[in-house]
């Protein structure tokens, strides 16, 4: 996982400070995404003052991530941090940014008083030696105008050269100015300076030869009521995402079972064997293996209607110890009691096989060959 340092912007510093302040509320939190609608892909959430990558996939859950930090936590798009803060000061920057803008429109000023001033030329000429006929109406027309506007393009050519000199003797100034600033920052370093200089901050691995980075807003928030274990679910919000977790505690959806979230928009009643779950709108249930491992499973979801609650929809799933599915349920333009479904599917992933070497890090005899 790539890991980024940043400075953040102020949709992200309230965050930062809570952050950095020892007394605030802190929790602890595993978690795993999933995006909703289309993937997210160069997204990540910020510990910190750290971007921690976290591409998120609408096919599959992502894998366990562990949060430590204040309650609210943001993502940003972690590929939009690759924008440093330039190394001359913003106000040389903004100085040559407006003699760029000057110089420009100097430029084209001057391209069109070439233009015109051939034209009115053209038309002038051909008037007195009778050749006005091969000049276009439309040349003749704009030719008239000309005069008029040559003079306004004269005074803008001359604005903008004037614009454009100001500009470039400010940046000069200042970068006199800057390189003075610096010197001067030197030599108090070097114990030239009596007056006391506070210390550098003290520079990371991912410091080194590059400026801070220049944070993005985040695409979502989420605040945690408390540390545990969640299911991130990312949908569209207009250009934003909105984030609906699911708890994931110890044993309220385990592996074997599914879990059924209602989108729909309405009521709803999942039934596996003759048994019922009714689902409010916006509302989930848990059904745990309703057939025996290794069997096929037929759920029925049921929508209501004029005719009452009818069949809208048939999950046939494959029953496996080892692997819970979550199932949406969402509207359907087909109408009547038809809706769609989508499922993800996650298998419980092996434990992981303790190293016969360890105890030998520890003094320990290693394992024979």
């Known amino acids: 996982m790539r890991l980024l340092l940043i400075t953040l912007t102020a949709a992200t ?11 605030a509320a802190k929790v602890s939190v595993r978690f795993r995404a999933l995006a909703f609608d289309a993937p997210i892909i160069g997204s990540g959430y910020l510990e910190g003052s750290t971007a921690k990558r976290l591409d998120i996939s609408n096919d599959f859950l992502s894998g366990e991530q562990t949060y430590r930090g204040v309650p609210t936590i943001a993502f940003v798009m972690v590929d939009d941090l690759t924008k440093q803060a330039p190394e ?4 040389i920057l903004a100085a040559r940014s407006r003699g760029s803008a000057a110089q420009e429109r100097a430029r084209k000023a001057s391209e069109e008083y070439t233009r015109l001033s051939a034209l009115s030329a053209k038309a002038t000429t051909g008037s007195r030696e009778g050749q006005a006929g091969k000049i276009s109406q439309s040349e003749l027309a704009e030719a008239e105008a000309a005069q008029a506007r040559l003079s306004e393009l004269s005074r ?18 200042r970068q006199r100015d800057h390189q003075q600033a610096v010197a001067e920052a030197k030599n108090s370093k070097a114990g030239k300076s009596k ?6 901050a003290k520079a990371t691995p991912n410091d080194k030869g590059k400026g801070p980075f220049v944070a993005p807003t985040p695409i979502a928030t989420y605040t945690f009521p408390g ?34 979230v209602n989108l729909t928009g309405k009521p709803v009643e999942v039934r596996y064997n003759g048994n019922s779950t009714p689902i409010a709108p916006n509302g989930r249930a848990v059904i745990n293996a309703p057939v025996a491992n290794d069997t096929y499973a037929q759920g029925e979801v049921l929508t209501p209607g004029e005719d009452g609650f009818q069949i809208g929809y048939i999950a046939r799933t494959y029953q496996q110890a080892d692997v819970r599915t979550l199932f949406f349920l969402l509207p359907s333009d087909a109408g009547g009691h038809s809706i769609n479904i989508k ?26 060959k």
């Open 227 to 260: 540390d545990g274990k969640y299911i991130l679910l990312f949908a569209s919000a207009g250009n934003a995402k909105r984030i609906m977790a699911i708890e994931d505690k110890e044993g309220s959806f385990p592996f074997g079972s599914y879990l059924y």
């Open 343 to 368: 499922g993800i599917e996650e298998r419980k992933q092996p434990d992981p096989v303790p190293d016969p070497n360890a105890g030998a890090a520890k003094g320990g005899k290693a394992a024979a």
């Open 88 to 91: 001359a000061p913003p106000e």
């Open 156 to 173: 803008i050519m001359a604005e903008a050269n004037k614009e454009a000199d100001d500009a470039q003797v400010e940046v000069n100034n």
């Open 195 to 200: 007056a006391p200089t506070p210390a550098p």
């Open 13 to 23: 510093v309230s965050l930062l400070g809570q952050a950095n302040d020892p007394n």
